[in-house]
């Protein structure tokens, strides 16, 4: 079985602060980890994917095979980044995606 | 082009109705998914579809649940004889085929209201 655990519900952080959304999975093959976002009275969107080890809007996210974990960082909390940011896994191919219950991320002024 | 497309957007019923909720994917999105997102809780998956089967029915929550799909694109799903505890927005998504990474694009969602 796979699984996503974010063990925040919410988070709050002072503009101009580091960032860190933690998320920890589980599953037995290669998984495919993926951030995704929802801003406000927007529909969910894709963030970024592990295996593009790309950064997005200054975010980042190492897949920690040894920790089994895929952590949202950026060095320094804009207002804007103020969303709902889940952490989604597939097992790749054909197969479903699991989603985290989400983090809530707010960027206090 | 267009996203993925859901309607209604808003549906409210009495408990005891049935429901048909819709969704349209993006052209040539061969996967497509069905997530419930209950009030403060996160993505709660259903069942997706490759083409126009479903592998995996193991999210549906009761036998009060189903789903279709016809011509690899639009998908319904049913809901009959509707719960209070039905209440929830319900999400698709779409993705292509075979793109071992491959992100969903999700639409805005129908919000279902059991009264």
């Known amino acids: 079985a796979q699984r996503v655990t974010q063990p925040e519900k919410l988070l709050s952080v002072f503009k101009g602060a580091p960032v860190e959304l933690k998320c920890n999975y589980s599953?037995?093959?290669?998984?495919?980890l993926f951030w995704y976002v929802q801003y406000s009275r927007q529909r969910l969107q894709l963030l970024l994917r592990?295996?593009s080890r790309e950064s997005i809007k200054g975010f980042t996210a190492d897949l920690n095979k040894g920790e089994t974990s895929f952590h949202l960082k950026k060095p320094f909390a804009q207002e804007e980044d103020s969303a709902m940011y889940y952490c989604?896994?597939?097992?790749?191919?054909?197969?479903?995606?699991?989603f985290g219950i989400g983090t809530k991320l707010q960027v206090i002024p | 082009g267009a996203g993925v497309s859901q309607s209604p957007s808003n549906k409210v019923t009495e408990k005891g109705k049935d429901v048909e909720l819709r969704c349209d994917p993006i052209?040539?999105?061969?996967?497509l998914y069905w997530y419930r997102q209950r009030l403060g809780q996160g993505l709660e998956f259903l069942i997706y579809?490759?083409?126009?089967?479903?592998?995996?029915k193991s999210g549906l929550p009761s036998d009060r649940f189903s789903a279709e799909r016809t011509g690899e694109s639009v998908s319904t799903l049913t809901i009959q004889r509707t719960q209070q505890e039905d209440s929830a927005v319900y999400l698709c998504?779409?993705?292509?085929?075979?793109?071992?990474?491959?992100?969903?694009?999700f639409g805005n969602g129908t919000r279902l209201t059991v009264t």
């Open positions: 998504a779409s993705s292509r085929q075979g793109a071992p990474d491959s992100p969903l694009h």
């Open positions: 599953y037995s093959g290669s998984p495919e």
């Open positions: 592990h295996i």
């Open positions: 989604a896994l597939s097992s790749g191919g054909y197969q479903k995606v699991t």
């Open positions: 052209s040539g999105h061969t996967a």
């Open positions: 579809f490759q083409g126009n089967s479903a592998p995996d």
